[in-house]
């Protein structure tokens, strides 16, 4: 989470993680993916979480464009 983002929003930009696959769908129809973010120990335990561009595809409202630009996601607005 970066400094200025809210507690329900974060950095989810395909381009910043290591995706290891599809491991469930939100009832929306949003998949949910297994990954690491980019220079994360290889023992470092995966992360679970959406990828920014598929949500944008569905619910574009419910992403932005970080500074840093790259997409970070409102996950209080995931369905």
Do not use: C, N, W
Not at 5 to 29: H, N
Request: charged share 25%; aromatic share 8%.
């Amino acid at each position: 989470l970066a400094s200025g983002i809210g507690a329900l929003a974060a950095f989810s930009d395909r381009r910043l993680k290591d995706d290891y696959g599809k491991v469930a769908e939100t009832k929306g129809g949003i998949g949910i993916h297994a990954y690491k973010y980019k220079g994360e120990s290889p023992h470092a335990p995966l992360r679970i979480g959406v990828i920014a561009q598929e949500v944008e595809e569905v619910m574009p409202e419910a992403v932005f464009t970080h500074s840093s630009g790259f997409k970070v996601v409102d996950h209080g607005q995931i369905r």
